[in-house]
């Protein structure tokens, strides 16, 4: 299996030329189609409930991010979102386990956190856990995601 991408734009899934396999896919419903199958397929090892959280903080994700790259690593737990290839465009992963969903931040460590949402001890990056939908929910999430795509933006120039 390799790495699929779409892109959300406008609470809309967009096709990015893309690779699959060998060939490359410009149907916007193909890589759609691929994306979520591809997605479905890693959720399948884990519990039920951590796949409902892993769904609602992926449609969190693209909403807040328009036009945002999904990558589904092929052999890690991880669902990488970014505006580019590489670390440069990296803004934030999903981090999947048996006991629950993270939504890890680039570069989130120098982030303003008044909510204190960000956990781990990371230099650089941090993480949000996300056990239940209400976690979702909590204010300054969208925030944090926002502000890590303005320091993605900024490392950038």
Request: hydrophobic content about 35%; charged content about 25%; some cysteine.
């Given at each position: ?11 809309h899934l967009v096709a990015k030329k893309c690779r699959i396999?060998?060939?490359h896919v410009h149907d916007r419903n193909v890589v759609n ?96 856990p996300i056990t239940t939908a209400a976690d979702l929910r ?20």
């Open positions: 299996m390799t790495a699929v991408s779409l892109i959300a734009s406008d609470n396999g060998h060939q189609d691929m994306t979520d199958k591809a997605f479905e397929q890693k959720l399948a090892r884990y519990p039920l409930r951590v796949q409902a959280v892993a769904r609602k903080t992926r449609a969190l994700v693209l909403s807040a991010l328009p036009k945002v790259e999904e990558t589904i690593d092929p052999s890690a737990p991880v669902v990488g979102y970014s505006y580019g290839p590489g670390y440069k465009g990296l803004i934030c992963t999903l981090i999947l386990s048996q006991a629950g969903t993270k939504l890890g931040l680039t570069d989130s460590a120098a982030l303003p956190d008044p909510l204190k949402l960000l956990r781990g001890s990371g230099k650089k990056h941090r993480y949000v909590k204010p300054g999430l969208r925030e944090l995601l926002e502000a890590a795509d303005a320091r993605r933006r900024d490392r950038n120039r």
